[in-house]
C-alpha cells in the first residue's frame, strides 16, 4: 500500500531527500570512527554495539524527529516510539557492526520510512564508497544518480550467493549445514557481514541471490524496497512476498534462480 502523496517534511523536503540526508550525516560520523579506536560492548551473542552506532543513530533521529515529529520511529537501538502515526521510519544507523568493530570496510545506514508497514521509501549508504542506494516505491532504484536493476538468471554463468548467519545459534547451524546442497561448479558464495548491504547488491546485481534466517525489521526495510524496484524478487522462505515483520528473506533478481534455488532448500528441509 502506498498513499496518493508522500507527507512533505517540516522544511519542505520529500521524504527520500531527508532519509538521503540523514545517512549521508551517520554515514560521515561512521568514517571518522573508523580508523580511530572504538568503544565496543557486546549486547549479546555475537552481537556487538560501538559509540559510533549510538552517535550515528542519535544524529539520525535528530533530522528525522525535526522533519517528521508525528511520525513513528523504531531504530535498532532504541526501540520504537509511542507514535500512533501510520508512517514509520524503520532506522540502523550502522548494518555490520562487528565489520565495522574489526575494522571491516563492508557496512552501511540504512533508512526506510514504511506506511502500514510496506516500505514506500529507502536508502542504503556505504560511506566509504560513497554509494547512496535509493528508491521510492513506485519510482524505481538508484545508485547515485544512476538506474539500478537486478541480474536475469539468463545474463549469468555463474551464481554468485550471498548468505548472512545472524545470532540465532539454532538457525545458523541449519543453514551452514545446508549450504553444500546449493554448491555446484558454477555457485559460489559470499557471507557479507551486512544484510543491508547484501540484499541491496542483488538489487544492483552483484549478487544473484542472497538469504538470511534471522534479521530485524532495521536489517532489510529499505533493501527491500530497493530490491523490488530494481526489478527483483523478495518473499519469505515458502515464497510468499516478504513483511518487515517476517525475520527471514529470501531475495533474487529472476523468477527461475528463485524456484531453483528454493527447490535445493526445500528438500534439504530448508525452504
Not at 550525516?25 to 552506532?53: C, H, M, P
Not at 526506510?112 to 521509501?121: F, G, I, N
Not at 526495510?221 to 523478495?234: D, S, V
Request: proline residues 4%; aromatic residues 8%.
Amino acid at each position: 500500500m502506498k498513499p496518493t502523496h508522500l507527507p512533505t517534511s517540516r522544511s519542505g523536503l520529500d521524504p527520500l531527500s531527508v532519509a538521503t540526508q540523514a545517512a549521508r550525516d551517520a554515514g560521515d560520523i561512521l568514517k571518522s570512527y573508523f580508523s580511530n579506536k572504538k568503544e565496543i560492548q557486546s549486547k549479546g551473542n555475537r552481537n556487538l554495539v560501538t559509540n559510533a552506532d549510538l552517535l550515528a543513530e542519535k544524529s539520525v533521529l535528530a533530522r528525522l524527529k525535526d522533519e517528521y515529529p508525528e511520525h513513528s520511529i523504531l531504530c535498532e537501538e532504541s526501540g520504537k516510539s509511542d507514535k500512533s502515526s501510520p508512517y514509520c521510519w524503520i532506522i540502523d544507523p550502522l548494518d555490520g557492526t562487528t565489520n565495522y568493530a574489526f575494522g571491516i570496510p563492508l557496512f552501511a545506514v540504512s533508512i526506510a520510512l514504511a506506511y502500514r508497514d510496506v516500505p514506500v521509501v529507502g536508502v542504503v549508504y556505504d560511506p566509504l564508497r560513497n554509494e547512496m542506494f535509493r528508491a521510492e516505491k513506485g519510482k524505481g532504484a538508484f545508485l547515485n544518480d544512476s538506474a539500478i536493476s537486478v541480474k536475469r538468471e539468463q545474463d549469468l554463468k555463474m551464481k554468485i550467493i550471498g548468505l548472512d548467519l545472524g545470532y540465532d545459534d539454532a538457525k545458523t547451524k541449519e543453514l551452514l549445514s545446508k549450504v553444500l546442497s546449493l554448491w555446484s561448479a558454477d555457485t559460489t558464495f559470499r557471507i557479507t557481514g551486512s544484510s543491508a548491504l547484501g540484499l541491496t547488491y542483488v538489487a544492483c546485481g552483484r549478487l544473484s541471490v542472497y538469504f538470511h534466517r534471522s534479521l530485524y525489521p532495521w536489517d532489510m526495510a529499505a533493501a527491500m524496497l530497493l530490491i523490488r524496484e530494481a526489478g527483483g524478487i523478495a518473499t519469505d522462505w515458502q515464497g510468499n512476498p516478504s513483511s518487515v515483520w517476517d525475520g527471514h528473506i529470501f531475495a533474487c533478481g529472476d523468477i527461475n534462480a528463485h524456484r531453483g534455488v528454493r527447490d535445493i532448500l526445500a528438500q534439504s528441509g530448508q525452504g
